[in-house]
């Protein structure tokens, strides 16, 4: 049964900094993209970083990019997000789910909550 | 970067009713256009992807069409499990992976 397992969330004040894990397990985590996900109070799903299979490529979305760091450890199955300098609108529920080169996210985790706030 | 526009933001169905969303691109995305169905606390399930095929496991009564840049999911008849929040996404062009602001199906 494929499982990702978000971990890492909390309340931290602005500027500070979070890291998120994303623990995977029924699959071979080395064949898959993985992504981040957000969802902001009371708003839509929004697409945050993502990185290839062997780490070689990461992408960002503008309003993160130099800011957040997305990796990976395939010898421990986990995905990883390093979250500095965070920002009130970084509030949100963070979802990691698995992908592949354009394909769609096929599956996702139950989320983890992040609060910035002072 | 694509912009996925859903209408309407909120619909209200009866049990059993037939549903219909709409989704729009502002460029054509060539079919790589998906589906998902989101409830509160739960992890988002992909339901429809490449605009049509269903995953293993989705019922039948999901289904989806479409093609540039005007899609649509219907879903057939409304079980008391299919009340949630409906979110188109595109993979087409990327980054970034973009997704529509969302559909609410609540119970009339």
């Known amino acids: 049964e494929v499982q990702l397992v978000e971990s890492g969330g909390g309340l931290v004040q602005p500027g500070g900094s979070l890291t998120l894990s994303c623990a995977v397990s029924?699959?071979?985590?080395?064949?898959?993209?993985m992504n981040w996900v957000r969802q902001a109070p009371g708003k839509g799903l929004e697409w945050v970083a993502n990185i290839k299979q062997d780490g070689s490529e990461k992408y960002y979305v503008d309003s993160v990019r130099g800011r957040f760091t997305i990796s990976r450890d395939s010898a421990k199955n986990s995905l990883f997000l390093q979250m500095d300098s965070l920002r009130v609108e970084d509030s949100a529920v963070y979802y990691c789910?698995?992908?592949?080169?354009?394909?769609?996210?096929?599956?996702w985790g139950q989320g983890t909550l992040v609060a910035v706030s002072s | 970067e694509i912009v996925m526009t859903q209408s309407p933001a909120t619909l209200s169905v009866s049990p059993g009713e037939r549903a219909t969303l709409s989704c729009r691109a502002s460029?054509?995305?060539?079919?790589?256009l998906a589906w998902y169905q989101h409830k509160p606390g739960q992890a988002p399930r992909l339901l429809i992807y490449?605009?049509?095929t269903r995953p293993a496991g989705i019922p039948p009564r999901f289904s989806g069409s479409g093609s540039g840049t005007e899609f649509t999911l219907t879903i057939s008849s409304l079980q008391s499990e299919d009340f949630a929040v409906y979110y188109c996404q595109q993979y087409n062009n990327w980054p970034p992976w973009t997704f529509g602001q969302g559909t609410k199906v609540e119970i009339k």
């Open positions: 490449d605009t049509s």
């Open positions: 789910a698995r992908g592949r080169w354009a394909t769609p996210f096929d599956y």
């Open positions: 460029q054509s995305v060539s079919g790589k």
């Open positions: 029924g699959f071979t985590f080395s064949t898959y993209w």
